[in-house]
């Protein structure tokens, strides 16, 4: 990952945000992509977003917060710790 903040290529903001995410929280991808796909990148996939969200709160509570982004793929992710 350093490589890619060195490189100032065009989308490349994209991998070290993701990167950055997903080493505090856990991302759950309803998605057409293939599975392997996103779990050799740390996503779990899913094909519903009802299944992702009872996942989300068997882990974290009924009281958790989750995030939901619609369209994520031209979302880059931004937190007040970053």
């Known amino acids: 990952m350093n490589k ?3 490189r100032k290529s065009f989308g490349c903001h994209k991998a070290v945000k ?3 995410v997903l080493e505090r929280t856990k991302i ?3 998605t057409e ?11 779990e ?6 299944d992702a969200l009872e ?3 068997s882990l974290k509570g ?5 995030l939901v ?9 931004v937190s007040e710790t970053s």
């Open 4 to 6: 890619a903040k060195e």
């Open 18 to 20: 993701l990167h950055e």
């Open 28 to 30: 759950y991808a309803v």
């Open 33 to 43: 992509i293939p599975s392997k796909a996103l779990e050799a990148i740390g996503m």
């Open 45 to 50: 996939s899913f094909t519903d977003v009802q």
């Open 55 to 57: 996942k989300a709160t």
């Open 62 to 66: 009924k009281d958790s917060q989750v």
């Open 69 to 77: 982004v619609d369209d994520a793929g031209v979302a880059v992710p």
